[in-house]
């Protein structure tokens, strides 16, 4: 149980165009769901936490217009980079968390953008 | 502030081994904490977690913490590694119990040679 699916599980992408990731939690409805950033050899960064219904809560330094954060139900959460530069170029994570403190990881995503 | 510290970017063992990977943590109140593993291009899997109780606890493949209050540690151990333990591992901390938001240790690389 409480597994959590991501899609695609990567992208290659022109620079300037809009990418959407999908993260799911297959067998349990997830109360919030978190968005991580992580670069190479490096640590996740916590980009932002959403809400089923709500609009979601940025970190500080988190540019919300450009990545766009939709949680349409309590197993769906998408994150779009929009107007995607190679900057943008990283390994995303969601994960999901249904009530108490544990979190449930999706495998990632990663984002080239050329 | 609240904060995870993994003071060892890489840790080296002989296959067959013990391995002690280090984490120390600083928040306010009482902590949950959580060790996941990640292998390459891949999410985090859960290994063990303490919320309450003992403070010795026990996880998967293996693997086992010591929840220290007085030293503020919560160090991840095995008692005898396998090279398929080679992967990188995080500490986290949950910051906040209301949003259930992880802090994340820096991660330590896990190098275990046959």
């Known amino acids: 149980g409480a597994v959590v699916s991501q899609h695609p599980s990567w992208v290659i992408c022109k620079s300037g165009t809009s990418v959407k990731i999908e993260c799911r939690s297959l067998d349990f409805q997830a109360t919030t769901m978190f968005w991580y950033r992580q670069f190479p050899k490096q640590s996740l960064m916590l980009m932002a936490t959403s809400n089923e219904g709500s609009k979601a809560t940025y970190e500080q330094g988190v540019e919300k217009d450009k990545f766009l954060i939709n949680h349409a139900s309590l197993t769906l959460s998408t994150l779009t980079v929009t107007s995607a530069h190679p900057e943008d170029s990283s390994f995303y994570i969601c994960s999901a968390r249904v009530g108490g403190a544990e979190q449930y990881f999706g495998p990632g995503t990663r984002l080239t953008v050329t | 502030a609240q904060s995870v510290a993994q003071p060892e970017d890489q840790v080296n063992v002989a296959e067959g081994n013990p391995l002690t990977v280090k984490c120390t943590y600083s928040v306010s109140g009482n902590p949950y904490l959580f060790w996941y593993v990640q292998y390459p291009n891949r999410g985090l899997q859960f290994l063990l977690k303490?919320?309450?109780?003992?403070?010795l606890v026990k996880g998967s493949y293996g693997f086992e913490a010591e929840f220290n209050k007085s030293q503020t540690s919560f160090h991840l151990k095995k008692p005898s590694a396998l090279v398929s333990d080679s992967a990188l591992y995080f500490c986290a901390v949950v910051g906040s119990s209301n949003t259930g938001k992880l802090i994340f240790g820096q991660g330590t690389t896990l190098q275990v040679k046959p």
């Open positions: 303490y919320i309450t109780g003992d403070n």
